[in-house]
């Protein structure tokens, strides 16, 4: 994985969309950092959890349980935010107004999750979060939104 120094020193940047055909894909995504850094990742979350039961986990993060406090409020905007009655071929606009809702909660998230010297990282963050549940201006979620969460 890359190694950013201390992360005082760490520069944090607005992510920008870098794939915008299929071969930005092959040329891009499939030599990049990132993908490695994914892919190490995951085998290192793999290898980490050989030859352990899941009952000698004790369950306690509190990172993981404010991140599960954040997805149960934004479902309990799901219930709040009832879906328009309306013609259903692109998309319910409902979702905009529960996308306007993740965006004000992933901000307060962030605020909660982060400790004062990295709360630079919100612009860097919030834009992972926020995107992978799904494009607000077309309304619709695929398969590059996933790969963010």
Not at 41 to 70: M, P, Q, Y
Not at 75 to 93: A, C, H, S, W
Request: net charge negative.
């Amino acid at each position: 994985m890359a190694s950013f120094g201390t992360w005082s020193e760490h520069e944090f940047v607005r992510p920008s969309r870098g794939i915008m055909n299929p071969e930005d894909f092959e040329a891009a995504w499939k030599t990049s950092e990132s993908l490695s850094e994914i892919l190490e990742f995951v085998k290192l979350c793999t290898e980490s959890v050989i030859g352990k039961r899941i009952s000698a986990v004790d369950g306690k993060c509190e990172i993981v349980d404010k991140f599960v406090s954040f997805m149960k409020l934004m479902q309990n905007k799901v219930e709040e935010i009832p879906p328009l009655k309306q013609p259903m071929r692109f998309g319910n606009k409902a979702f905009k107004q529960w996308y306007a809702c993740l965006i004000e909660e992933t901000d307060k998230f962030l605020d909660d999750l982060l400790p004062a010297e990295l709360s630079g990282a919100k612009v860097e963050l919030a834009p992972y979060i926020i995107t992978a549940f799904g494009n607000e201006v077309r309304i619709d979620y695929g398969t590059g939104h996933e790969v963010r969460f």
